[in-house]
């Protein structure tokens, strides 16, 4: 069972600590609202391993807002793990998904990492982690890649689907106590967030690009049996290849922003791959589509996990470098 934060944790504001659980804006929940379940179209969507695919995509429209790029580019040691960091990710994120109603305290846990980054970027402006519409442009890349899988490396959707989506990530985002201010009300008033957003607000910055440069992506642990001649050939091949993907993805004034061209052989062929990926992961069993996150989801619901059973973590060949476990901006399992 989750704590009911109504009474144990009031809202808090200014620089007191936050603790674990609490709204930390006002706007937020007063107690943990009900989760999304298996009959969601999220549930279905989200947490399959096709979305990887748009990892990039996700990584670089996220640090693109001007805040949020810089606190990546101050505080964030991604760079450093690429992979550790991005694998580790996806199980507390996918947990404000797929834990049930234990849901609202892994969204709480989420929101908490980012307690504390602050400060002022290069040109003296001041952003927060925790600003809200800073936390909910990051979320909203969160939907916005669940209808970029869908629809180009899977099945497609509907206008009606689409809504669907919409309206549940709004209760998505309700798991993580933030301030409801920043969210569009219709999935007509979101469309014309995001274009605004796309046109207006975000920037050509150092940590958006870096997102799509693999040419000095370190090894994962797991992969240091590689040769390093190796490794710099298929980053040589896996690289560009990544980039053009990302490309794909982008809305056309964000290519633009970025500098890059798309043609239309581009977006053939672009559609030719996806559908390729959607026809071989047709022939994945479905438990094995899932992220171990969202599939232990998936077996507490169906009877293969008893109903409490423990929520799954990620490996340690995951976790962070040794220097910054005890950091609170990481999530670190003991594992």
Partial sequence: MTQDTSEACPVTTGTTPVAAGCPVTSGGYDAPPQPLGPDSLTWKLFGDWRGLLQGPWAGSMQNMHPQLGAAVEQHSIFFMERMPRLLRSLYPIGGVVFDGQQAPQTGAEVRDYHVGIKGV??????Y????????????????MGTILTAERFGDGLSEDQKRQLFDEHITWYRMYGMSMRPVPKTW??????????????????WAAREVLDLSTMPKHPSLQWVPDWLWRLQLKVLGPFAVWV?????????????????????????????????????LVPVRRRYHPRARAGWDRVNGRLPAEAPLVHTPARN?????????????????
């Fill in 121 to 126: 970027d290069d040109q003296g402006r001041r």
């Fill in 128 to 143: 927060s982690a925790l600003n809200p519409d800073v936390f909910y442009w990051a979320h909203s890349t969160f939907f």
């Fill in 188 to 205: 007509e008033e979101f469309q014309e967030y995001w274009n605004h957003m796309c046109r207006h607000v975000l920037e050509n910055n």
């Fill in 246 to 282: 990302t490309v794909g993805l982008y809305d056309p004034p964000v290519r633009e922003l970025m500098g890059y061209s798309w043609s239309r052989r581009d977006e053939r062929l672009h559609r030719l791959f996806g559908r390729a990926v959607n026809l071989a992961f047709k």
């Fill in 319 to 335: 976790l962070p470098p040794v220097g910054y476990r005890d950091s609170p901006h990481h999530y670190c399992p003991k594992v």
